[in-house]
């Protein structure tokens, strides 16, 4: 079974310009949880979504959104970009998304802002 | 609010010493919680998770916890490690019904040969 992808796998950006990152969960998984890893900060939660509907939501600002599609493919987006924006951010889907479910991260896709 | 701590951001280890990393949650209710392990240019992976019965939980590569309810704790143990342990490990909780983990900033492992 393949397991999780995410593209692309690095991206450099300017501060204010936007940006999409996408997530192919492994097939069967409907939900999908996207997370910002950053140096000493360990893994921040974004957002989770399950059939196309956000169930949570981290505290990150207005700027991260995301969408899931029917197929359980996810995107984020980031907007206006901060230098600060600069991270790790990694993908991770399981088959329901509670109780004890095991995630599978995805590579990450390493954005930096300049 | 949930969060979680780990006590240690960087351990130093020599091979076939024995390895315990701390690891606390702050959350009121029923919980779940796992250890997941980075190595050097792979992905998060699961190293063992306690979902509910047996507190003592066995994982991967020899790798054990203990879930202590009266202490919030959920510590990572390894009687021996090996150069190939070397890591970052991140202990992570999510609300028993919930949707949303938390994970703690991480604890970087480094095993002399």
């Known amino acids: 079974k393949a397991g999780v992808t995410q593209t692309p796998r690095y991206l450099i950006k300017t501060r204010g310009q936007q940006v999409t990152l996408s997530c192919s969960p492994i097939?069967?998984?409907?939900?999908v949880s996207w997370y910002q890893q950053t140096p000493g900060q360990g893994l921040q939660f974004l957002f989770e979504?399950?059939?196309?509907?956000?169930?949570n939501k981290g505290n990150f600002p207005g700027r991260f959104s995301g969408r899931q599609f029917s197929n359980s493919r996810s995107e984020m987006n980031v907007s206006t970009l901060e230098l600060g924006d600069s991270a790790l951010y990694l993908c991770?889907?399981?088959?329901?998304?509670?109780?004890?479910?095991?995630?599978?991260f995805g590579p990450g896709t390493r954005l930096t802002v300049l | 609010a949930q969060s979680v701590s780990q006590h240690n951001h960087h351990v130093i280890l020599s091979e076939a010493a024995s390895l315990e990393l701390g690891c606390n949650y702050s959350?009121?209710?029923?919980?779940?919680l796992f250890w997941y392990v980075q190595y050097p240019g792979q992905h998060l992976q699961l190293l063992l998770k306690?979902?509910?019965?047996?507190?003592l939980v066995k994982g991967i590569k020899g790798f054990e916890a203990e879930f202590i309810k009266s202490k919030f704790s959920f510590n990572l143990r390894k009687p021996s490690v090996q150069w190939s342990d070397t890591a970052e490990y991140f202990c992570a909780v999510l609300a028993t019904g919930g949707f949303k983990t938390i994970f703690g900033a991480g604890t970087r492992l480094f095993v002399k040969a």
């Open positions: 306690y979902f509910s019965g047996d507190p």
């Open positions: 959350y009121g209710g029923t919980v779940n």
């Open positions: 979504y399950f059939s196309e509907t956000q169930r």
């Open positions: 991770a889907s399981s088959a329901i998304g509670t109780s004890g479910d095991t995630q599978y």
């Open positions: 097939s069967g998984h409907r939900s």
